[in-house]
Nanobody, 125 residues
Framework: HVQLVESGGGSVQAGGSLTLSCAAS????????MSWFRQAPGKEREGVAS???????DYANFVKGRFTISQDNAKNTLYLQMNSLEPEDTAMYSC????????????????????WGQGTQVTVS
């Protein structure tokens, strides 16, 4: 039984930082592509960042230079370090895990991912 459990969300002022975690059970972090997505109220879900089994990373243009995705295979956890947060970053953030894509496509197509977490809310004011 695979579970992805996000944590670390919360409320922060603009310019602040948060680190999100996605703890996996029943799934090996680092074996396949994993990504962070976000969805704001009234908006479509969008890809934020991804990391593959080589540790190669990809970022959406709107977070480049501010967010950093990483993974700790020993802890079986995916992270998203978010700095210089802006009100536009307010959204529900979810992690997603592929079971076949070793290298991330950079396209953040939902069908590329088999497992999804429930999400953690980030609010920036």
């Amino acid at each position: 039984h695979v579970q992805l459990v996000e944590s670390g969300g919360g409320s922060v002022q603009a310019g602040g930082s948060l680190t999100l975690s996605c703890a996996a059970s029943g799934y090996a972090v680092g074996r396949y592509c994993m990504s962070w997505f976000r969805q704001a109220p009234g908006k479509e879900r969008e890809g934020v960042a991804s990391i593959d089994n080589r540790g190669s990373t990809d970022y959406a243009n709107f977070v480049k230079g501010r967010f950093t995705i990483s993974q700790d295979n020993a802890k079986n956890t995916l992270y998203l370090q978010m700095n210089s947060l802006e009100p536009e970053d307010t959204a529900m953030y979810s992690c997603a895990a592929s079971t076949w894509m070793e290298y991330c496509s950079g396209l953040y197509r939902p069908h590329e991912y088999t497992y999804w977490g429930q999400g953690t809310q980030v609010t920036v004011s």
